[in-house]
């Protein structure tokens, strides 16, 4: 093989393990509370 063709062997393995990486290492945050409900606004003394 030509040194071209490993070169972009190299650089699209380098790509899909960076991608692969990034999609392992995230690690999304549970959101906390009921996001479903609903709460009314204080009512203010002088709007």
């Known amino acids: 093989m030509s040194k071209l063709t490993i070169l972009k062997a ?5 790509i899909i ?5 990034v999609i392992i290492k995230d ?3 549970v959101p906390s509370g ?3 409900s609903i709460q009314p ?3 203010q003394d002088n709007p």
């Open 10 to 14: 190299i650089v699209a393995i380098a």
């Open 17 to 21: 393990g960076g991608g692969i990486f």
């Open 27 to 29: 690690d999304p945050a």
């Open 34 to 36: 009921d996001i479903n």
């Open 41 to 43: 606004l204080p009512k």
